[in-house]
């Protein structure tokens, strides 16, 4: 059972870095992931949703993660295209 995700204010947590090396056909590949607790993620101010696609950039300059939500296009009919 999930519980509804409720209003808070929890603006910094600590979470972790983990491997999860996973078996294929061919040999064993690893599979990184980044915990998030769950007070964090249901902030009312996170900027994510569950399964929402990210993209991770590493600031070098800085030392730091860059995690951005990828802007997708809008699903439905596109619009025709006019012929010249």
Avoid: C, H
């Avoid at 599979?31 to 949703?49: C, G, H, M, Q």
């Avoid at 600031?59 to 010249?84: C, F, M, N, Y």
């Amino acid at each position: 059972m999930v519980a509804p995700k409720r209003a808070t204010m929890v603006t910094r947590a600590r979470g972790r870095f983990i491997n999860r090396p996973t078996k294929t056909g061919r040999g064993v590949y690893d599979k990184f992931f980044v915990y998030i607790p769950t007070e964090l993620a249901r902030d009312s101010s996170f900027p994510f949703k569950p399964g929402q696609e990210v993209e991770a950039q590493i600031d070098s300059l800085k030392g730091i993660l860059v995690v951005e939500p990828i802007q997708t296009k809008p699903r439905g009919r596109q619009p025709a295209k006019k012929e010249k």
